[in-house]
């Protein structure tokens, strides 16, 4: 496929840029089979388009180039620099940009895992309460039950501790 120059979508440019994070990290880390696997993601994501973003492709160029030198230096070359990429900088990443719009959310009662939830980041409690109420997965533990406290960690964990409904004869 060819080279573009226009700006890649939404979905490669978030993927690019938690490419970049994550093979930097892994690399400090020694963990480098994460690091390659992230890539292989960010591969399979540009093999899609008809058309790649030639910033996407210097850029994975540039994260690949530890792990397969001379190779990404024919490639570097091709892509049309003049030097060599082992003085161009490591590319950086827009923290934004890493980020994901939506978050799992781990929703407990009495303390025991009953049901993930996908939710918007940065959603409230009171949100993400009425979510998980309105859940199947959770009604059944709830219903009828008392609810005695509410333990909300944003982005990550509701914790409902209910009593049992009493069940009269």
């Known amino acids: 496929a060819a080279l573009t120059d226009a700006a890649s979508d939404e ?3 978030r993927l690019l840029h938690q490419t970049i994070q994550k093979v930097g990290e892994d690399l400090d880390a020694l963990k480098f089979n994460t690091a390659i696997a992230q890539m292989m993601v960010l591969v399979n ?3 899609r388009l008809e058309r790649r ?3 996407a492709v210097e850029r994975l ?3 690949r180039a530890p792990f397969a030198p001379h190779l990404c230096e024919e490639l570097w070359n091709r892509l049309g620099h003049a ?3 082992a003085y161009a900088p490591w590319p950086a990443y827009d923290p934004a940009l890493v980020l994901e719009d939506t978050v799992t959310l781990a929703i407990q009662i009495n303390g025991k895992l009953r049901a993930t939830l996908e939710l918007p980041r940065g959603a409230d ?3 993400v309460q009425a979510a998980a109420l309105s859940d199947p997965r959770v009604q059944r533990y709830v219903d009828g039950a008392d609810v005695r406290k509410v333990i909300f960690v944003p982005d990550k964990l509701l ?3 209910v009593r ?3 069940v009269r004869p």
Do not use: F, I, K, Y
């Open 11 to 13: 979905a490669t440019d």
């Open 164 to 166: 049992p409904a009493v």
């Open 159 to 161: 914790n409902l501790v």
């Open 83 to 85: 030097g060599s990429l």
């Open 45 to 47: 994501q540009l093999n």
């Open 125 to 127: 409690q009171a949100t």
């Open 61 to 63: 160029v540039l994260v």
């Open 53 to 55: 973003p030639r910033a």
